[in-house]
């Protein structure tokens, strides 16, 4: 099977079509279309519905796709091998990180790690949520992923980097006489959440689970960097990390520390087997 095929068809998948996929690996279009048709006369099943101008893998094209990302990379795995000879000094690492890890620990790690080999791209993606990042994993967009170890399958494999204390903000002037706060104080709150089926979310409906209660939730926040303003705004209070805890004290927002402590577990996450170079190290460096 043709190497260069199965990249011209993940090319027409990503981009939706032959016309833009065409300019995307810098190939003419009838030279895209004859590789693809190819590829699929040597498969003995159309790979692709033609839907007038766009595109979409048949059930024969969805069940390669994961393969074919995996054949691609390890090619690029073999290459990267060689040049991690000379020292990691050319190539790339896609990252998938969830929304809330962004920021911390993802920004320190990317930082060490530009620092270290100046010469490797690394490419951010950003799910939308665990389903998304999984995802990514699975067909090998991404070689490493940064999310909470709860909420990823088995057959990944993770690596737990560190446990995030959790503080609730609440807009400034509230009156607190502790920095602490029970969760069952939270009740009559009105909360600033992401929406359901985040990670995030479930770690506060599940805090408030624990002790027989439900969150009241006043603004849905899908924008999560919308979050900290809407509390500085008088919207209500969130839940977060403590990095941005403090940065959302500094800004003049009330600090509080749930009890019992709520913490959530920082992995990284890939597929079993061999890591490329800059993986590897990416790895390495966040672990150590």
């Given at each position: 099977?043709?190497?260069?095929?199965?990249?011209?068809?993940?090319?027409?998948?990503?981009?939706?079509?032959?016309?833009?996929?065409?300019?995307?690996?810098?190939v003419?279009?009838?030279?895209?279309?004859?590789?693809?048709?190819?590829?699929?006369?040597?498969?003995?099943?159309?790979?692709?519905?033609?839907?007038?101008?766009?595109?979409?893998?048949?059930?024969?094209?969805?069940?390669?796709?994961?393969?074919?990302?995996?054949?691609?990379?390890?090619?690029?795995?073999?290459?990267?091998?060689?040049?991690?000879?000379?020292?990691?000094e050319?190539?790339?690492?896609?990252?998938?990180?969830?929304?809330?890890?962004?920021?911390?620990?993802?920004?320190?790690?990317?930082?060490?790690?530009?620092?270290?080999?100046?010469?490797?791209?690394?490419?951010?993606?950003?799910?939308?949520?665990?389903?998304?990042?999984?995802?990514?994993?699975?067909?090998?967009?991404?070689?490493?992923?940064?999310?909470?170890?709860?909420?990823?399958?088995?057959?990944?494999?993770?690596?737990?980097?560190?446990?995030?204390?959790?503080?609730?903000?609440?807009?400034?002037g509230?009156?607190?006489?502790?920095?602490?706060?029970?969760v069952?104080?939270?009740?009559?709150?009105?909360?600033?959440?992401?929406?359901?089926?985040?990670?995030?979310?479930?770690?506060?409906?599940?805090?408030?689970?624990?002790?027989?209660?439900?969150?009241?939730?006043?603004?849905?926040a899908?924008?999560r960097?919308?979050?900290?303003?809407?509390?500085?705004?008088?919207?209500?209070?969130?839940?977060?990390?403590?990095?941005?805890?403090?940065?959302?004290?500094?800004?003049?927002?009330?600090?509080?520390?749930?009890?019992?402590?709520?913490?959530?577990?920082?992995?990284?996450?890939?597929?079993?087997?061999?890591?490329?170079?800059?993986?590897?190290?990416?790895?390495?460096?966040?672990?150590?």
């Amino acid at each position: 099977m043709d190497l260069r095929r199965l990249g011209y068809l993940l090319a027409v998948v990503d981009h939706g079509g032959f016309t833009a996929a065409a300019k995307a690996t810098f190939v003419s279009q009838p030279a895209l279309s004859l590789a693809v048709k190819e590829l699929e006369e040597e498969l003995r099943a159309p790979l692709l519905y033609r839907l007038g101008r766009g595109v979409r893998p048949t059930p024969a094209g969805e069940a390669l796709i994961g393969p074919a990302r995996q054949a691609l990379r390890d090619v690029e795995t073999a290459r990267a091998a060689v040049a991690s000879v000379a020292g990691l000094e050319s190539g790339s690492l896609a990252l998938a990180s969830l929304p809330t890890l962004a920021a911390d620990p993802l920004a320190g790690l990317v930082g060490r790690f530009r620092a270290a080999h100046p010469g490797v791209v690394v490419d951010l993606s950003a799910p939308e949520d665990d389903a998304d990042l999984i995802a990514l994993l699975r067909d090998g967009q991404c070689e490493l992923g940064l999310a909470e170890g709860v909420s990823l399958p088995d057959e990944l494999t993770t690596h737990e980097l560190l446990a995030q204390e959790l503080s609730v903000i609440l807009p400034p002037g509230t009156i607190r006489a502790s920095r602490h706060l029970l969760v069952e104080e939270l009740e009559q709150v009105p909360l600033i959440a992401a929406p359901k089926g985040t990670s995030s979310r479930r770690i506060l409906d599940e805090a408030f689970a624990s002790v027989g209660l439900v969150p009241r939730v006043v603004v849905l926040a899908g924008q999560r960097e919308a979050i900290l303003p809407l509390v500085l705004a008088g919207a209500g209070a969130a839940m977060v990390p403590e990095p941005l805890a403090e940065q959302a004290r500094r800004l003049g927002a009330v600090v509080a520390v749930p009890r019992p402590s709520i913490r959530r577990h920082v992995v990284l996450a890939h597929r079993p087997g061999a890591l490329a170079p800059a993986a590897r190290r990416f790895l390495d460096l966040a672990l150590g």
